[in-house]
């Protein structure tokens, strides 16, 4: 996949959610943020206007923008002071006409049911740690030890904790029921792979980029309880886990496990809908990557795995996102047209 024929003039308005019971930190922090890949983007070209969502009104926000002359870079998590929205965000864009970067409402709420997205990983014949959805903590018929008790309807982590990994039944019991009493959603109960993990972007449509993957590195932790990705370490800056989990981009992976790698999260991509750009989470072991996750939506920021693979790739941060909004362009009925004949539009 190549830059040359990305336009670098096409309008952006870049939405990102607020919510006004954050701390005045978190505020500043998602600000600051949106900023630099706002910035990013006007240094090559790209007439940005960077638009704040602070409430689930997004018509409001967004009554002084005409569909026809801009393209949307989707930013939003959820709306402000709705919990596990993200995938309205994307649906409140399709009803008002905006062409947006990122996966559709379908598919971000497809990616949010967890037991569904392995059943069709599953039917591809994409490897997936065995997984059985539980609706209640009685007669639980469970015996892959250690496993991990997650919601069965959440992303970014939501609700997991180093008690998410469970070693025996009473355990696997009591954490169903914290899900069920505390989440308020059904528990989805996964064999836990304690092994390497790889997070892996992928960009494009009709053809794809395999982006160089992040190592999730644990060492730094002898528990089995705290190997793993949770809420705080995605989210807490000044937590250990934060801290020490950084992605390692220099990764060592023999050529033929690499290209197994590729194939799994390109069959990944096309199975769940992905569009654009996507994160895929995986861990290796015995020589087969198993799909943990796959975000059809994934942060972006300038220190995650994403935008760390994209520059080893040669892209700068701004090309970066530069070429998810030229995929997105190709959506439009006004800039589409203009792009027709760039054959190298992120598509080779």
């Keep these: 996949m190549h830059l040359q024929g990305c336009r670098t003039d096409l309008p952006v308005i870049l939405i990102y959610d607020v919510d006004p019971s954050w701390s005045p930190e978190d505020i500043l922090d998602k600000e600051d943020a949106t900023r630099q890949l706002a910035e990013a983007l006007a240094d090559i070209g790209h007439p940005v206007e960077e638009l704040p969502i602070r409430s689930a009104d997004l018509q409001a926000a967004m009554c002084h923008i005409l569909p026809d002359e801009c393209l949307v870079l989707n930013w939003c998590e959820e709306f402000p002071g709705r919990p596990l929205s993200e995938s309205q965000v994307a649906l409140a864009l399709e009803q008002m006409g905006f062409t947006f970067t990122g996966a559709d409402s379908r598919t971000i709420s497809l990616s949010e049911n967890k037991g569904q997205v392995k059943h069709l990983l599953r039917a591809q014949g994409i490897p997936t740690p065995a997984w059985q959805v539980f609706n209640t903590a009685e007669n639980v018929s469970w015996d892959r030890f250690p496993a991990i008790v997650k919601a ?8 997991i904790t180093r008690e998410s990994v469970v070693l025996s039944p009473i355990e696997l ?14 528990a989805l109960v996964e064999e836990f792979i304690d092994n390497r993990e790889f997070h892996v972007g992928v960009i494009g449509n009709a053809h794809l980029q395999v982006l160089p993957p992040g190592e999730i590195d644990y060492s730094a932790f002898p528990d089995i309880h705290d190997r793993l990705c949770t809420y705080e370490s995605n989210n807490d800056p000044k937590s250990l886990a934060y801290q020490v989990t950084a992605p390692r981009m220099q990764v060592e992976l ?13 069959a990944a991509y096309r199975t769940v809908g992905c569009r654009d750009y996507a994160r ?3 861990r290796l072991q015995d020589g087969i990557f198993y799909m943990l996750d796959v975000n059809p939506n994934p942060d972006i920021c300038a220190d995650t795995s994403f935008a760390l693979g994209a520059e080893l790739a040669g892209m700068s941060y701004g090309m970066l996102g530069s070429l998810i909004v030229n995929l997105a362009a190709q959506r439009h ?5 203009t792009n027709t004949n760039r054959s190298n539009t992120g598509e080779n």
């Design 280 to 282: 895929m989470d995986v």
């Design 152 to 159: 069965a309807f959440a992303h970014c982590s939501y609700g």
């Design 173 to 186: 019991t009591q954490r169903i029921q914290y899900v069920l009493d505390t989440l308020h959603q059904p």
């Design 333 to 337: 009925k006004k800039f589409a047209s």
């Design 254 to 266: 023999p050529q033929k496990l690499r290209e197994q790698l590729e194939q799994v999260v390109v």
